[in-house]
């Protein structure tokens, strides 16, 4: 009789994976991952290998984010501290990474084991579910957990810790199959449906409104109700506005949408908030960026709706006059039978948008035709004409502190004049600086047919460039758009008004090269310090088909949000 084939430990770990239907894995490549690397061989699964283990959870975070299903990243126990701000930047977006982990060998914890850390205990305030596995015959039951816990309810990162002599022990194939479920494939998570009871008298409210608006989470992406969330707005004529920092729900040119809910960088918002009747947040959270449901940014004169489609996302919603646990889904089709409100509300809103956009383009030309400014360029100028150079086939990527701040500007105004993306990207509630080149990346794995541009300050360049060694690797072409203001102009100007003095300490750079890099690597590099070439440089930079820096030499610029967060009379409304 045949012997029972026996596999390793990594080897079950990839197959259980491979079964989900994980299409990609990013790691570090290891001694501790060999097993594991050999299964995903054995699978046909691509592995990208990246030069650091928080490169691999961004990237792994960003294809999530994109997918909107799990992706894997894959590091030893030496890489499990680096990969942590991965963790945490996936847990602010709430983006089901699972991330696999090595530990000591289990029969020597708590003696001192080699690499040995509680990594169980350190991953547990960052994701949904961290665990060890202590038995080989259960990784496929643990990756089964993990992928059930990080797709349902409310989404987000997972972590296992798979002790390094499980990894390496050799186990019968078919170990575990004897126990249901029998087939470990992904399934469809299940779905909160609304109450009738609560729903009923919720519509009835929203029906009487006069004034309503829709503030849309996160919660809508993950759920893909966006499309859903787009015909509420056209068909009821409810202006749409998007809670800071997270994906983009519409485009920038929809009827509908009127930019973030943010009072100090969006003025629209702000007057919305302050004349509407009825505010309904789906899929959201009542947090520091919401205010916690308090003035000045829901006046008491609004009534406040939270709708979200997990226990978990209304615990952070205590503050709202009503909830709904419902599906975004489910609660937006519910909506559809509501009569389409008075045309004159939406169309308000509208003409403050338009406003605001003019108001802005109007300060840039006043700003930028100061005499003293010279040949600098505007970081708002700088990502509107990087935006003119892009097509609605284009992704476009920003990263950031007031550089982050700017583009998304530039996005909300060339959306009102018109302009359409494929799609954009940016770090996510945490703010956390150095994740942009790996988006890009993730934007082009994605959509290799879309051009793919990056605008990152030199700040957040140098907190995660070197991942930039993943677009060589992988023959990625991607551009490198660096807004060089010469330091960390976010905390300058923060300093500058808090300082007694006036001025800025420790946080100034050099003049630094960064388009030498990219030629140093093998791509292409040019240095633009005209408004004037800006256009030319990048078209250029596409064409060269490398991954590529343009190296923009900018004026620093304080922001609105900066401003406001520097500011003794607005401070306490975003805290």
Not at 364 to 381: F, K, M, R, S, Y
Request: net charge negative; glycine share 10%.
């Amino acid at each position: 009789m045949t012997e029972p084939r026996r596999i390793r430990g990594g080897n079950l770990l990839a197959r259980a994976l491979h079964e989900k239907g994980v299409d990609h894995v990013f790691t570090l490549a290891g001694g501790f991952c060999n097993p594991a690397l050999e299964g995903f061989m054995e699978c046909q699964m691509p592995v990208i290998n990246c030069p650091h283990e928080q490169v691999a959870g961004h990237l792994a975070d960003g294809h999530a984010r994109l997918t909107r299903k799990p992706t894997v990243c894959l590091v030893g126990p030496e890489g499990f501290a680096n990969a942590v701000p991965a963790m945490l930047e996936a847990w602010g977006e709430r983006s089901p990474v699972i991330f696999v982990t090595g530990s000591s060998t289990l029969k020597r914890q708590g003696a001192g084991g080699f690499k040995e850390i509680d990594d169980v205990a350190i991953a547990a305030p960052l994701t949904k579910y961290s665990i060890q596995i202590t038995e080989g015959e259960r990784i496929g039951e643990f990756v089964d957990r993990a992928w059930k816990i990080a797709t349902s309810g409310y989404p987000g990162p997972v972590h296992l810790s798979l002790p390094v002599d499980i990894m390496f022990s050799s186990f019968d194939e078919d170990v575990g199959r004897q126990e249901r479920p029998f087939h470990h494939v992904s399934a469809a998570p299940p779905r909160a449906w609304p109450d009738p009871r609560d729903l009923d008298p919720l519509l009835e409210l929203i029906g009487q409104a006069k004034r309503p608006m829709l503030i849309g989470g996160h919660g809508i992406w993950w759920s893909q109700n966006e499309a859903l969330l787009e015909t509420i707005g056209t068909r009821l004529n409810i202006p749409i506005f998007n809670v800071p920092y997270h994906q983009k729900l519409l485009a920038e040119h929809c009827e509908a949408y009127m930019g973030l809910a943010d009072i100090h960088q969006y003025p629209p918002s702000k007057i919305a908030l302050h004349n509407c009747d009825v505010a309904i947040m789906v899929g959201g959270r009542l947090d520091n960026q919401m205010n916690f449901g308090n003035p000045p940014l829901f006046p008491e004169s609004c009534h406040l709706v939270c709708v979200n489609g997990s226990h978990e996302e209304l615990d952070y919603n205590r503050a709202a006059d009503s909830v709904l646990l419902s599906d975004p889904g489910a609660f937006f089709n519910a909506m559809l039978d509501l009569p389409a409100f008075d045309r004159s509300w939406i169309e308000t809103n509208r003409e403050q948008r338009g406003a605001w956009v003019q108001q802005t383009l109007a300060e840039l030309e006043q700003n930028t035709a100061a005499g003293d400014w010279g040949e600098q360029i505007h970081p708002l100028q700088l990502a509107l004409d990087v935006n003119a150079e892009l097509t609605e086939q284009d992704w476009l990527v920003f990263d950031g502190g007031n550089t982050h701040f700017w583009s998304e500007i530039a996005v909300n105004v060339a959306g009102w004049q018109g302009h359409k993306l494929a799609g954009t990207m940016h770090p996510g509630s945490y703010s956390l600086l150095g994740v942009g080149v790996s988006f890009a990346l993730s934007a082009k794995n994605t959509n290799p047919d879309s051009r793919v541009v990056l605008i990152s300050g030199d700040g957040a360049f140098l907190s995660g460039g070197l991942s930039i060694e993943t677009a060589f690797q992988e023959g990625t072409p991607i551009v490198v758009v660096v807004d060089n203001n010469g330091g960390l102009d976010c905390i300058s100007q923060q300093q500058e008004r808090l300082f007694e003095n006036g001025t800025h300490f420790a946080t100034d750079f050099r003049d630094i090269p960064f388009h030498g890099l990219f030629e140093g690597m093998g791509g292409y590099g040019e240095l633009v310090e005209s408004r004037s070439e800006i256009g030319p440089a990048l078209r250029r930079a596409i064409a060269s088909g490398k991954p590529a820096c343009l190296n923009v030499k900018t004026k620093g610029v304080i922001s609105p949000i900066v401003l406001a967060t520097t500011s003794k009379r607005d401070k306490a409304s975003i805290e």
